[in-house]
Structure formats: structure tokens, C-alpha cells
């Protein structure tokens, strides 16, 4: 069965460094969302990406974040400057055009910052 | 802000017994529903998407919701110890064309005891 994946599944860097988060999403899906969850906390949207453009962001996704889909497969989350506060696992989720919105998850990298 | 609340538990059921799973959501357009299952460290499950007023059954678990309440639940019967989970609500609510995103609740942390 076709999955989410992410690559790393863990990453420690230090507060001010960059850090690129990556994804392959279903093949065939059009739809790409990058989510993440604060420890003990709720599943949070951070943005969502079609055609090649974010289609919407939140709050949380400020100059800090982008999100880029460099070619034909993988889909990353960069966080240019991280803060201590950025420590959560990331998810990124996937979804076809024609399906009933239902979004898939994959594993998931848990970032710590120090 | 749209919300979507979740009993926050913990829910304790012994083996083989009903866990009842419930959700509200403030968004009246919302038009899908999910559960989603998620076990500590790992990334949210599918378990069942609804649609439509009513119940909708697969397997153990039946869901259910009233659009009219703006309410969603979840029950899963003769319930294993392998359904110890923390358990989503998400709703996916439309913000824009064919844009969605998922907002989840707290999760509510169900628990069942050999």
C-alpha cells in the first residue's frame, strides 16, 4: 500500500541553525501539508501546498518557514533560523484531488532544538 | 477561531467492553469527518472518515455524526488492549476553493485493561 515517507525521523540542531525537513508523499496525490505537534499538545496546521504554490498558511508559518517541492516527488519543510520553541514532530500529509479529503500521514520527524 | 473539542479523558475501559469517543466541532460548513488514532511517538492513523448524518460502521468501530449538533463520535466495541491509544477528531474544514485543512482536537487517550 502507497505510504507518506519522511526522512530524517529525528533531528537535534542547535538554536539559529537551519533545517530541512523531507517528504514523499503518494504518487499520485495532489494536495501536500506539512502539520506539526508540540509535545502533549494538538496536531497543528502549518501549510498546505498545490500546483506548486501554498494554497494557505497559518499563523505559525511565519518568514521563518517555506516550503518548497523541488521536483517531480519530494516536498520540504525549511526552517531557516530554529528556536527552541520549534521543537515538535513534524508531519507531512498528502491527499488526492478526486478522493474525499481524506489526508495521509507520514511517520513524522521529531526536531529538538538546543 | 474554529474550534473542534474532545472529551480530553483519560477514558478507562476494561477488555471487551464499548469505548465511546466524543467530539464537537464550531465550524457549521464542515462537511468531513475523521478519526484519527495515534499511538505515543508515532504519527495519526486513519481509522474512519464521515460524511454524512448517521452512523457509519467498519468493523468494531462505528461513527457517527449529527451535523445538526455539530457532533461526532466514535465507538469502537469489544475493545483490545491494542486500541490503547490517544484518539483524533479532525475536521476538515474548506478555507478557500478547493482548499482544506484539518483541524484536530486534543485527543482524548483511551486506555483498556487486560
Known amino acids: 500500500e502507497p505510504e507518506v515517507t519522511q526522512t530524517p525521523s529525528h533531528q537535534v540542531t542547535q538554536m539559529g541553525q537551519e533545517v530541512i525537513l523531507r517528504c514523499v508523499p503518494i504518487?499520485?496525490?495532489?494536495?501536500f501539508y506539512w502539520y506539526r505537534q508540540i509535545l502533549g499538545q494538538k496536531v497543528e496546521f502549518l501549510v498546505s501546498?498545490?500546483?506548486?504554490?501554498?494554497?494557505?498558511k497559518s499563523e505559525i508559518f511565519d518568514d521563518q518557514f517555506s516550503v518548497e517541492r523541488p521536483d517531480g516527488s519530494n516536498f520540504t519543510l525549511k526552517i531557516r533560523s530554529t528556536k527552541l520553541e520549534d521543537s515538535a514532530m513534524y508531519f507531512c500529509a498528502s491527499r488526492e484531488r478526486t478522493s474525499q479529503e481524506t489526508q495521509y500521514f507520514g511517520p513524522g520527524t521529531r526536531l529538538l532544538v538546543l | 477561531q474554529k474550534e473542534v473539542e474532545q472529551n480530553s479523558g483519560p477514558l478507562s475501559v476494561p477488555e471487551g467492553a464499548i469505548a465511546s469517543l466524543n467530539c464537537t466541532y464550531s465550524?457549521?460548513?464542515?462537511?468531513?469527518f475523521f478519526w484519527y488514532r495515534q499511538y505515543s511517538g508515532k504519527s495519526p492513523e486513519l481509522i474512519m472518515s464521515i460524511y454524512s448524518n448517521g452512523d457509519k460502521e467498519d468493523g468494531r468501530f462505528t461513527a457517527q455524526l449529527n451535523k445538526a449538533s455539530q457532533y461526532v463520535s466514535l465507538l469502537i466495541r469489544d475493545s483490545q488492549p491494542s486500541d490503547s491509544a490517544t484518539y483524533l477528531c479532525a475536521v476538515n474544514m474548506r478555507s478557500g476553493g478547493s482548499n482544506y485543512k484539518l483541524t484536530f482536537g486534543k485527543g482524548t487517550l483511551l486506555t483498556v485493561n487486560p
Open positions: 504518487s499520485n496525490h495532489l494536495y
Open positions: 465550524d457549521r460548513v464542515s462537511q468531513s
Open positions: 501546498f498545490y500546483n506548486n504554490e501554498i494554497s494557505e
